[in-house]
Nanobody
């Protein structure tokens, strides 16, 4: 099993920046990839960005050029740097890990609110 703990959410004005962090613990050697999803009220949970064991990254079209996913393997941490935030980025952001063989683990979520 893997435990995921997010931090870094909050209230920010449009155009501002936030950095989310997700610390993984437990059976981290079984992690195939990690990512960030988000879910706004009344909407489905969508993939925002992901990074796999090779370091290859993937982004949703709606965040390309604004968000960057990265990792620090020495700290078992994945980051999501969010720049030029827009009101439509308001959502609960969830850290996700895909574990061998193919199990999904989720963090508890962190609220990001973009408002003036």
């Amino acid at each position: 099993q893997v435990q995921l703990v997010e931090s870094g959410g909050g209230l920010v004005q449009p155009g501002g920046s936030l950095r989310l962090s997700c610390v993984a613990s437990g059976n981290i050697f079984s992690i195939l990839g990690m990512g960030w999803y988000r879910q706004a009220p009344g909407k489905q949970r969508d993939l925002v960005a992901s990074i796999i064991s090779t370091g290859s990254t993937n982004y949703a079209d709606f965040v390309k050029g604004r968000f960057t996913i990265s990792r620090d393997m020495t700290k078992n941490t994945v980051y999501l740097q969010m720049n030029n935030l827009k009101p439509e980025d308001t959502a609960v952001y969830y850290c996700h890990a895909l574990i061998k063989p193919l199990a999904n683990y989720w963090g508890q979520g962190t609220q990001v609110t973009v408002s003036s």
